[in-house]
DNA sequence: GCCAACGTTGGC
DNA sequence: GCCAACGTTGGC
């Protein structure tokens, strides 16, 4: 199966690139998806060696800072069945694991962050859904030639 | 801090 | 199944 492309968005208040730049191996687990959709991608259409474009929202500035690679497919999130868990899902049952994660390690933290206005100006760009209006996906697909274009803008 | 967009919940 | 109320996301 080709090689897919994603787009993961996170506050780097809760989690930054520098966060999974100093984990052991440079890798992590993606926990606390809790939208329906962004499970079903993480659940059904990621697989090993897919691209994952790492952005920084609710930030200064807000950019796409890096990519990563998926390094293990998905696997129940833990966090569903932990009360003291923000994302604790008091429904979810553990014989029938509502919420998924990934790993991902990563790959490259760009030289020039690729900023949200960068991508707006970018007529390349114009269909990214990162921009279109009311985007509120945490995780979605990125096609090739946006992702080529995002990686040749950061490095 | 504001607010538009969108998802979820729950009464009916 | 409809829809109002509410909560969250995330840019500005």
């Given at each position: 199966m080709?090689?897919?492309?994603?787009?993961?968005?996170?506050?780097p208040?809760?989690f930054s690139?520098?966060?999974?730049?100093n984990r052991?191996?440079?890798?992590t687990?993606?926990?606390?998806?809790?939208?329906?959709?962004?499970?079903?991608?993480i659940?059904?259409?990621m697989?090993?060696?897919?691209?994952?474009l790492?952005?920084?929202?609710?930030?200064?500035p807000l950019?796409?800072?890096?990519y990563?690679e998926?390094?293990k497919?998905?696997?129940?999130d833990?966090t569903?069945?932990?009360?003291d868990?923000?994302?604790?899902?008091?429904?979810?049952l553990q014989k029938?694991p509502?919420w998924?994660?990934?790993d991902i390690?990563?790959k490259?933290?760009f030289?020039h962050?690729?900023?949200?206005?960068?991508?707006?100006?970018?007529?390349?760009?114009k269909?990214?859904?990162?921009?279109?209006r009311?985007?509120?996906?945490?995780?979605f697909?990125?096609?090739k030639?946006?992702?080529?274009?995002?990686?040749?803008?950061?490095r």
């Open positions: 080709a090689k897919k492309y994603w787009l993961f968005k996170s506050e208040n809760a690139i520098d966060d999974l730049q052991p191996g440079t890798k687990h993606w926990d606390g998806v809790r939208n329906y959709q962004a499970r079903n991608f659940r059904d259409d697989r090993k060696g897919d691209g994952v790492f952005y920084h929202s609710n930030a200064d950019a796409v800072v890096g990563c998926i390094v497919e998905a696997y129940p833990h569903q069945f932990d009360p868990n923000k994302h604790f899902d008091p429904t979810a029938e509502r998924f994660m990934v390690k990563l490259e933290k030289k962050p690729v900023t949200l206005k960068a991508i707006k100006e970018n007529p390349i760009l269909d990214f859904r990162l921009i279109q009311g985007n509120r996906l945490s995780v697909p990125v096609n030639k946006e992702w080529d274009e995002i990686l040749k803008m950061g």
